[in-house]
């Protein structure tokens, strides 16, 4: 059974190849009631638009590169972030009948075959997230000139639109709980230091103790379960005497409750713990986990507007959402 055409269609809805090809590419130049004959023609004809053709005149691809700089096994593991954010992109991008291209880049190798891909023209925009230190990604695309946004604030001084949640005063708002209910010693497992989310949570934990009188504990994890465990053992080690720590994500700070049991610290008679990111594993963990809210979805809505904006030639300025304290039995 042969594939309806463009011309098909067109004899079907009584107009020309032309206008009807302008009604297929989304043109605005039609009247209304030829445009609904076209529309019409398409639905009786089952016509589905040659996606090549249609991008030689449209000069789009209505795909959108997330470039995610981590390896496989960080990305399909057991940390939500990703798969929240890749299908919170995928559902926002639906609306505007734009489809997300998955692209890993977590090598230099990886780097230049998405680097290849997307100066081939292969994509009409790309989204950034979990970028570590001097990336050579966003100043790389930038000069590409195709329209890039970033999920968080780049750690690199490059002019890219991006959407962030407020690290520092989520971490600080974390540990000012600690605080108030009187805990001394507290303490911070970290994440890595090669990533602004890492960096801002750490800066928000200082400034309180600064503001406090206490002194700062540090270890630092890679925002995995395993990390949080050694570095709360670590921690343990150098100050049995602790009695609070703020963990920068949720997962790590599953770990370091598993640490805590097996050490037979009493979570919170003994040691206070608060998390970050507001995973729903948090309101399982025993005891549930209060933590710091990271308002994943709305960020990434977020993002994906820049990116629209950035497509109709708008001005695009980051945005930054607020985060919210979440009070549960581990403090």
Aim: hydrophobic share 45%.
């Amino acid at each position: 059974m042969r594939r309806p055409t463009l011309e098909a269609v067109a004899a079907r809805a009584g107009v020309s190849r032309a206008t009807a090809s302008r009604v297929v590419n989304g043109q605005t130049t039609v009247a209304p009631q030829i445009r609904d004959a076209v529309l019409r023609a398409i639905d009786e004809l089952g016509y589905v638009p040659n996606s090549a053709a249609r991008s030689l005149v449209t000069q789009r691809t209505d795909s959108i590169a997330l470039v995610v700089s981590e390896p496989p096994t960080r990305v399909f593991s057991e940390d939500p972030l990703f798969s929240t954010v890749i299908r919170s992109a995928s559902l926002e991008l639906e609306t505007v009948n734009k489809q997300v291209v998955l692209m890993l880049a977590s090598s230099a190798k990886s780097h230049a075959r998405v680097e290849r891909y997307i100066a081939g023209g292969h994509v009409d925009g790309v989204m950034l997230i979990s970028m570590h230190g001097a990336d050579p990604l966003p100043s790389a695309l930038s000069r590409l000139r195709v329209p890039v946004v970033s999920y968080g604030r780049p750690a690199v001084p490059v002019d890219i639109p991006y959407a962030d949640n407020d690290n520092v005063g989520g971490a600080e708002a974390a540990v000012r709980h600690l605080v108030e209910q009187g805990r001394r010693r507290i303490a911070t497992i970290a994440g890595p230091q090669d990533m602004i989310g890492g960096q801002d949570r750490l800066t928000g934990y200082r400034n309180v103790l600064r503001d406090s009188d206490r002194r700062s504990i540090v270890a630092v994890g890679d925002f995995t379960r395993e990390s949080g465990a050694v570095a709360m053992r670590q921690l343990l080690g150098d100050d049995p005497q602790l009695d609070a720590v703020f963990v920068a994500n949720d997962l790590m700070a599953v770990g370091a409750l598993q640490s805590l049991r097996q050490a037979g610290r009493r979570v919170p008679d003994d040691v206070a713990l608060v998390g970050f990111d507001d995973i729903e594993a948090a309101k399982y963990t025993e005891p549930p986990l209060t933590t710091i809210r990271h308002p994943v979805i709305e960020q990434t809505a977020a993002m994906v507007r820049l990116l629209l904006d950035l497509f109709e030639g708008l001005p695009a300025e980051p945005v930054v959402l607020p985060t919210e304290l979440v009070i549960r039995e581990s403090t």
